[in-house]
Structures are given as C-alpha cells and as structure tokens.
C-alpha cells in the first residue's frame, strides 16, 4: 500500500464517508431507469395490442364483406354493365374501404367499384400471388403489402373466392384498404411524445409508420431482415428496452405483438432519448447538488487534517531521534486531546527505553555466551540443520547442511529459498517438482510442525537423493516466528534397500497372480491375457507380446500383446522361423535373446532394429516358452530406455516365461479334453439314432409275431423274451437321446409353477399297477416349484424304477415329501441290499452298475436312469444325493427351491428328511 500522510488519509477519509452517498445515487437511477422503462413497456404493450386488435377486426370486417359480396348473385352474374354501377353505390356507403373490384376467373376485372378512378381499361391480376392463391384454395386470402397499379398507392386487400352452385371458385372479390389511411385512424393512440406505431406484413414490409407517413421502397423494407420479427410471427409478444431501429438507426425501446388470426405485426416505438428525457434531466439536478456537498465537506476536510497533522509531525520526528540513540528529547503537545495524552505516553517511553538500555547490554553479552555453546552443539549434530528468516532467505546451516549443499564450513549463507529449490531441483518423492509454499523451511516460517516429511534433492556432485525431513517455527517470548527450522536427514540408502524389497515382493506376487491363472482358468485367451498381463508389471517393461509355435509350418501367431501399436500388431502377427526378428531368432534358437540397447548393439536383427526406431523401444528380451520338452511360443518384453539385465532378472524372466508355457500348455489340453467330450456326445447322438429303427423293428415284428403267429411254448417264451429285452435296449436309446438332450449349454426347460405332491402322488400311482412292491407316499400339502412337469416326472420315475429294481420281491419301498426352510425334498427308500461305499460317488454316473457282479441283490441291468434324475435336477438348480449303507437298503433324495412367494405350511415342514452318521451324502 503507498504511503501517505496524515493530512490527505484525513481528506480521503471524508471523501470515503460521501462514497456511499454516490453508490445510492448511481443505484436509485438505476432502480428508477429499470422502472420507468418497464412503465413505457407495459404502456406500449397495451397499445399495441389494442392496435392489434383494431387492426385484426379491420381485416375479418374485409373478409366478411368479400364473403356478402361473393355470395350476390348479382356478383355471381360477373356482367360489367350491371356491376360497376352496384359497387361504386357500395363504396359510397362503406367508407372504411378504399375500393371493390370483382375478378373472373381468368383475372380480368369484371366490377369496379371506385368512383374516382375509371373501370375502363379493366385491370388483370393474374399474376398476383394474392390472387392465385385465392384460386387455388379456395378460400379467402389477405394480401401483403402492395403497390397498386390503379390507383398508383401502397394498400392491403382481402381476395376472397366467389363460387359456383359446385363450390368451386369462378372469381375473386376484392376489398381494398389504403393504408396511409388506416393509419389515420391510429394517431390518437399514441400516449407519449415520440411514440410511433407501425405494422407490418408478413415479409416484414411496413405498411405504415406514423412517424414517417410517406415511406420509400427501401423504407419500407427496413424491418425485412430484422430478428425478432420471425419470434412475433410465431406468436410472441417481444419487448425490448434497448435496441436500434431499422428504419431510424437510433437507439430505441419498443412492443412488437402479433395480430389475433393474422399473420401480421403491430409495433409501437419510441427514441429512448426521447422516452427517458424526464428521469435523465431528474439526474442532472441530483448530482449538481451532490457535486456542491462534495465541494463543502472537501473544504472542512482540509481545514480539520491541516489541525491535526501538526502533532503527528513533532511525535514523528521525535521518533526518529529516539530510534537513533537520542534518548533526551522529549515531545510538548498542548492540544487537549487525544494526542497530548500520546506525547505524555512517548515521553515516559523515551525515559524507560534509556532504563532498559543497560539491561540489554548485559543481556546480550550472555546471548553470545549461550550462542557459543548452541553452534557447537549444532555443528556436532549428523544430520543437516537449516534455518531461514521471515523474509524467505537460508540463513543458517550447521557444517552437515553444508556438505549437503557442496560447500564447505565455514562459508555464509543468504541464499533466497526459491533460488534454493531452482539449484537443487527439489521435488516430491513422486517427482513432482515443490512449489516455494510446500518447501520445508516455508511451511516452518508459516507456523506449521511437521515429521518425517519426504522428499528429493540433487546434490552438488549430481547424484539423487532421497530426504526425510523434520520442521518447526522458531518463536520468540512473544510468540512470534523469527526463524524456520529443517532437519534432514539423508534416507537414500534406506529407501533404495525398501524399493529393492518391493521390487521382489511384486515379483512375487505376479509369479503367484500367474499360478492362480493357471490353476482357475482354461481358456487360451484368458490364460494368455493374464500371463502377458502380469508380466508386463512383474518384468517392469512398457510393452509385451506373446507369439504361440506353429511347429509344423515353423511360424509364430501373435495371441496377445499389450502397449504395442496396432502397426506392429499388424507387421509381426505371423512371424516365419527365419524372419530377421529378435522373437523369431528365439524361436529358431530356442535360448533367451538379450538386446540391452539396440542402438549400441553389434548386428540387430534387421527388423527389430527398424521396429525400435518406429516405436521408440531401445531394450528388448525374448524368453522361448518350453513345456514338456517341445516349444510352445515365445514372449517378448519391450522397454523404452536402455538396460542393463542382470543374472537374477534374466533368470526371472525365464521363470515367468515357464509358468505361462504351462499355462498355455494346460489350456490347450483343456481344449483337447473339450473336443473330445463333444466327439463323444456326437457319437452318444449318431448311435441312439442309429439304434432307434432296428430296434424299434425288432420289438414291431415280436409283438406281432406273438400275437398273430400260433407256435410252440417254447416260441412263445422266445418271442417274449425278445419283446421283453427289445423294449429293455428301447429305454436305452430312449435314455441316450434325453442325455445327449441334456448335454450342458442347451436350453432344455419349459418351467411352470408345479406341485411336486401331485406330480409324485401321479407317479406312484402309475407304478404301483406294475409292481408287486407296495409303495407307501407320506406326504403333507402341495410343495410349489417351478419346473419342467415332464422332466421332473421322468426323473421321479427314475427314481422308483430304480427302487422297484433293488428290492427284493414284495419288499415295501418308501416315498417321503417336504419342505425345509426354502427347499422342496422328495426321498425313495428301498429295502434293497445297499451299495458299498466305494461305490456310491459313482452311481450317478452313465451306465454304471451299483452293484458288483456276485453281490447279494445284483440284477446285471445297466441303464441311465440315476445319470438323467441328476442331470434334470441338477439343471433345475436343485441338489440330488445318495444315503445308503450295505444291508439297510438306499434312500435316493432330491430337493428344489421352492416358488418365489410360496410359504409352506407348517404341517409341511414337520417330517424334515434326517441325515445319520451311517449315511454318505454325495
């Protein structure tokens, strides 16, 4: 801030007190212009609208009179003789409009009815707009702004269609309004000095303007291109209280509304000279008496800061003596205020400075003792120590703090702290280079207390460092900062031992990233993904790729690649053995390839040293992928700045290439084993339907035989037999094609809200008719799922066929339902002989025998049954198990989740399935 005496901050001091006078001067006329301006606005909207609606019924007046007009039969006759004489008596009798004339259809004027201006020769208007459009719609039309031939005036007319008994048009009648006179009629509705009504048409051509009665072609043109006319014709009213008039280029305030049922506009405007003359000449008199108050308080002002300046001089100079040791003079003010209490109190400030004197001397005399004694202190301490002023200037440093900066002790310091941060580059731990206020010693001198704050520096000799860093204001009694105080500690060794700790724990961690892949995922592209992905961040590099062998046709493909360019994507997916390539030189040579930097190397492979120029890559390293004994493919790692690898890098490499050999190697099995599968399910497919029609035969010509042919008993036993086992092997292919049916991936399932009480009760019933084995359902309300029906009957019935087939003949076999929490169970006990326990992880498997052959029980019959009741539960998201122990016969149990919504009862819930110690749950 500019210093000033004491006399003018008294005068601007008065000046400051008329300020706000000023402001609420400035802000009334503003507040008052806002009004008055939307005064004259609102006053304009009303006369325009009102003109508007004058204007509006001026034009359906015309319209209804060309409508009585069209509709005279003697108009209809369009006989001259007869019709010049009826409209000239019609004029005379409406004298709002200038002229009729009635037309054919061709345009020729068949009817004039102006007195003063002659029929002869007739007008032909064929060629105006007005008119063809009339014709062509049929309906009445209002014409635009025209410039009549006859007579030679600017006018408006309504061309309405006369019709024939068919209504269609045969003529036009024409009402013709003037429109110098139609603004004689709204003069007197102009309310203030200046204000001028327009309209215009639809172009934007005035019809008239009062201000300027007789308008020119180009006057009349002026609001053609003019914005807000398109937004009135739109049908919104626009008020503007500033804009510039086209036809008068002044500066004006104006209402512009379109006409009810017309497409034209009514304007009112006035100058805004004109229109807010009175509140601009209410303002020159308001600030000519501001300017004389101004005038007086600057007088008293300067009268009042001449009074009192005086004293403030004398204590000024005073002042100054006393700050140069000149403890006697004494200060002798006799003004009765304020300031002759000041010089009392500075002289009894002159008397106790010249006591303190001599306490300071001795004072200072034991500081440089104890100042001694602290910068031995200091220059013992390890570690660098650093103050600095107030002023943003080092000014201290202990003799490791200077060895820090390259110098030697003992050398002054008075180094500005930004030039500091310039020299030594400082910066975050990030790199990030620190502003001057996040300096150490910056954020001391603020006031703040900090530990263990890191940073970086570039010593004299040029090497980095790495810093911690310790800061705290350093106060006086009085609280204020003087100093700022850092220590640093140097922490390079420290943080390159942490990062080398880290380096290898990343290493770590992506070696055990990629063996999670390898164990989790199976598909080629995925394991790859992962593997290339991983390596990227574990090997440090900017870009990597992973070529898969084609041993046959000694080619690498390129799998995946990240942080390469799509142009070398492209050039390098299909690499042959011996392309000049660093990847196919490891391809061919089967050995790690190391190039460290490849613009100091001897003999590039050709085209890795042009890729390395394209890209910007000056290191790079190929590790061939070996899995059991044989090639797989090659990954190659691209850095962008040149390295030095040593043994342990490179043999971690070679590690991380091995992992993704296995990898890849696992995921091609995988593929092997998933096309075998589909092979497998393609030939369970082709031999069920192959099986179908000889069987299908067989059993045909059986039944017939049996029953048709008369033979001996022992054909007829035959003939069963063969019947018995045709509809055996059947059910097999019957049982194939539902498992090629339910092979995994297909949608099978037609679900359905079902009541699994009535779905089993069905079953039972219609097996217990077949079987000797008496069947017992307990069973309480309906359980509700949603279900295939067909395919959980199946498997229910799989279920008690298999039951019926191990119970010994007459043996009770046992069917229990119910709920448990969400699940729906269903159970079949029989009272067969059980199956071993090495047996029983097996039984759901495809034709798989229960029981060994020679066990008790034992019927030799393989079949699909137990497979396809796990298939079609386990597709609809329910769980089937095995409990069973040799001798105490088996329970087969199945559960499914219940409908959504659907609460079971409690009578439903009470008989919950138990499972013992003695069973095994699959």
Known sequence: MPRLPFHRKLLLAFAAVLLPVLVLLCADFVLNLRRTQQSLLEAQSLTAQAVAVQVSDALDSAVELGWTLANDPLVRTLDPSRLDGHLQQLSVHLPRFDAIG????????????DPNVPAEPRLNIADRPYFQQAMATNAPVISEVLQLRRPDRVAMLVCVPIRDALGQPVGVVNVVMQTERLAQRYLPSRLQSGQDILLMDPRGRLAFHTGYPLLS??????????????????????????????????????????????PWVVGVAAPRHIALAPLYEGLHTKLLAFGGILLLSGLIAAVMARLHSRPVRLLQTLAHALGRGELSRRAHIRTGDELEELGTAFNQMAEQTAQRQQEVERLRAEAEHHAGQLRAIIASVPDAIFLARPGGHLCGANPAGLRLLGLEPPTPLELPLDALLRRHHLCHPDGRPLRLEELPLSRALSGETFTEVEMRMVDASGELRQLSVNGAPVRDAAGNIILGEAVIRDITGRKKDEEERCRLLEKERALARIGQALVREVELERIAHVASEQSLHALGADAVGLW????????????????????????????????????AQAAREETLQVIEDIQMASGPPA???QLALEEGFRSMVSVPLHSRGHLVGVM?????????????????HTTVGQLSAVAIEKARLFQEVREALRLREEFMSAAAHELRTPVTTIQT??????????????QQKGLAAIARSTRRL????????????????LPKLERERLDLRALVTERVKLLSRTTENPIHLHAGEGAVVDADPQRMGEAVAHLLENAIRYSPPGGPIEVRLGCEGSQAWVSVRDAGPGIPPERQPHVFEPLYEPLPSGMPGYVGVVGMGLHLSWQIIEAHGGRIWLESAPGEGSTFCFSLPLRRGEVPSASVREGGLKSGAQYRTL
């Open 607 to 609: 085209l890795s040293y």
């Open 701 to 714: 010509w059986a039944d017939i035989l049996s029953r048709m042919e008369e033979g001996s008993t022992r």
């Open 636 to 652: 190659t790692c691209f850095f962008y700045a040149p390295r030095v690898f040593s043994a342990r890098e490179l043999e971690f």
């Open 730 to 745: 059947a059910r097999l292919v019957e049982h194939l094609f539902t498992a090629v049916w339910m092979a995994p991936g």
């Open 102 to 113: 009635v037309y054919d259809a061709r345009g020729l004027n068949r009817g004039w009815g």
């Open 548 to 583: 898969l062998v084609q041993p046959e046709h000694q080619r690498l493909t390129l799998l995946v690649s990240h942080g390469l360019s799509k142009t070398v994507r492209e050039r390098c997916r299909e690499l042959a053995f011996a392309m000049p390539l660093l990847t």
């Open 217 to 262: 072609t180009t006057q009349s043109l002026a609001f053609s291109t003019w914005a807000p006319l398109q937004e009135v014709l739109a049908g919104h009213r626009v008020m503007l209280d500033r804009f510039v008039h086209p036809l008068t280029q002044e500066p004006s305030l104006g209402v512009f509304v379109p006409i009810p049922r017309h």
